[in-house]
């Protein structure tokens, strides 16, 4: 079974411009969070998604937006990008949402850096 | 609130040795506790997690895990390093205070380096 993937996987932007970032889950899986990696600030969670819906959010500021597609594939949006938003940023999917003992799968990440 | 703490940046060991990286949490509630690994441009590799039952979980790539639930710890072992065992080791736990969510809160990684 194929896992999660991410596109692009690397991304350059200037300041001021937005970007979408895209993953697709592991099939069958129809819950999509989504996670920022920095070396300053480790892994913070941004936000999660079930059946189209968002069910959590992250500290972030409304710059970062996200929404999942029927078929389960979500993106993540960043406008008015800065310098601080460059990071790794994660997809990671599971079955379902709220079973705690589901374990969620990590995609190989989109690298962002913004000059 | 929910957190993870990996006390240690790096740990160094030989190929061969014993290896622990070391994880102490804090939750409201019983844990869910989960190892991630992470090697260099890559996203995070499952290893095992800790639901509930026996506390000494057994997981991928021959690593295990003890749950220790009075000392709230659950620290990685794996009995003979390899030097591809190599990477950065994230902790996490199930975030329990907002509802149905698959949130996991991370430690802050353990870089984890074998020398041959």
């Known amino acids: 079974k194929a896992g999660v993937t991410q596109t692009p996987r690397y991304l350059i932007k200037t300041r001021g411009q937005q970007v979408t970032l895209s993953c697709s889950p592991i099939s069958g899986h129809r819950s999509v969070s989504w996670y920022q990696q920095t070396p300053g600030q480790g892994l913070q969670f941004l936000f999660e998604y079930f059946s189209e819906t968002q069910r959590n959010k992250g500290n972030f500021p409304g710059r970062f937006s996200g929404r999942q597609f029927s078929n389960s594939r979500s993106e993540m949006n960043v406008s008015t990008l800065e310098l601080g938003d460059s990071a790794l940023y994660l997809c990671?999917?599971?079955?379902?949402?709220?079973?705690?003992?589901?374990?969620?799968?990590f995609g190989p990440g989109t690298r962002l850096t913004v000059l | 609130a929910q957190s993870v703490a990996q006390p240690e940046d790096q740990v160094n060991v030989a190929e061969g040795n014993p290896l622990t990286v070391k994880c102490t949490y804090s939750v409201s509630g019983n844990p869910y506790l989960f190892w991630y690994v992470q090697y260099p441009n890559r996203g995070l590799q499952f290893l095992l997690k800790y639901i509930t039952g026996d506390n000494l979980v057994k997981g991928s790539y021959g690593f295990e895990a003890e749950f220790n639930k009075s000392q709230t710890s659950f620290h990685l072992k794996k009995p003979s390093a390899l030097v591809s065992d190599s990477a950065l080791y994230f902790c996490a736990v199930r975030d329990m205070g907002g509802g149905a969510t698959n949130k996991l809160i991370f430690g802050t990684g353990t870089l984890l380096a074998v020398q041959p």
């Open positions: 990671a999917s599971s079955l379902i949402a709220g079973v705690l003992a589901d374990t969620q799968y």
